[in-house]
């Protein structure tokens, strides 16, 4: 057994949940791949209880449909963002462009290892952090981003 080996479970090492990347296809800038946090990546199924005339033990489940969370993306306040921009013209405008995302989580050499295609994505909600003179923080915005659904390709 090799001295590297020692150090790794059944030879496999799970990646890091902090090197990621988030873009937006037909959306965005350089800039707008860089996020702090991206949380809401989750899929569930609806049960469906039917009950059965005469059965009083128990109640019959049955899958329903998907349903798949809003997704809330951090980051550090940008000035010059094509995100912010498309996110505005729907708040504002009620302009609603639907647009199709890539979350990719990337190995150590920035190379996708696993991505995230979100599909119909659109803006639900933007905030920034509160403004405090009393703290040395950054500012910070948060998207909230719905969609329809989403599939996760293995590089």
């Not at 001295?3 to 496999?12: F, S």
């Amino acid at each position: 057994m090799a001295k590297d080996d020692l150090h790794r479970a059944g030879g496999y090492y799970p990646p890091v949940g902090f090197h990621f990347r988030v873009e937006f296809i037909n959306v965005g800038n350089d800039n707008d791949v860089r996020f702090q946090s991206v949380s809401g990546l989750n899929m569930e199924l609806d049960v469906e209880n039917i009950k059965e005339g005469g059965q009083n033990l128990f109640e019959h489940k049955l899958p329903g449909r998907s349903k798949f969370s809003d997704l809330t993306l951090k980051r550090g306040l940008l000035l010059d963002s094509e995100v912010i921009k498309w996110i505005k013209s729907a708040l504002y405008d009620r302009e609603f462009k639907p647009a199709n995302m890539n979350i990719s989580l990337l190995n150590n050499n920035h190379e996708p290892i696993l991505t995230w295609k979100i599909f119909n994505a659109w803006p639900r909600k933007w905030n920034v952090s509160d403004l405090n003179a009393a703290e040395n923080s950054i500012m910070v915005e948060t998207l909230e981003i719905a969609y329809n659904y989403f599939k996760v390709e293995k590089a």
